[in-house]
């Protein structure tokens, strides 16, 4: 049974940090591309980050100089690192495993960046 699992989600202040983890297990983690996608309310579900098996890595244009997406295939775990973070990135943000055919999801965890 494949499982992806978000934690690490909270509230923070703006210009604060949070680092998000992702726990994979029933997948042959190292072959997958791994992908953190945001959804806000009332807006459309849009990607965050993803790093490939070799290591390529994407960002969305907004989270650019701010966020990073690490790796640990020996943990089953991928990460984001989130710094000087605004009230725009404000969401739930949900984990992706994909390769090929296989695409799993998280449940999702929340974000909330406010004073």
């Known amino acids: 049974q494949v499982q992806v699992v978000e934690s690490g989600g909270g509230l923070v202040q703006p210009g604060g940090s949070l680092r998000l983890s992702c726990a994979a297990s029933?997948?042959?983690?190292?072959?997958?591309?791994m992908s953190w996608y945001r959804q806000a309310p009332g807006k459309q579900r849009e990607l965050v980050a993803s790093?490939?098996?070799?290591?390529?890595?994407n960002y969305g244009d907004s989270v650019k100089g701010r966020f990073t997406i690490p790796r640990d295939n020996a943990k089953n775990t991928v990460y984001l690192q989130m710094n000087s973070l605004e009230p725009e990135d404000t969401a739930v943000y949900y984990c992706?495993?994909?390769?090929?055919?296989?695409?799993?999801w998280g449940q999702g965890t929340q974000v909330t960046v406010s004073s």
């Open positions: 992706n495993a994909n390769f090929y055919e296989r695409d799993y």
């Open positions: 029933g997948i042959i983690f190292s072959r997958y591309t």
């Open positions: 790093i490939t098996r070799d290591g390529i890595i």
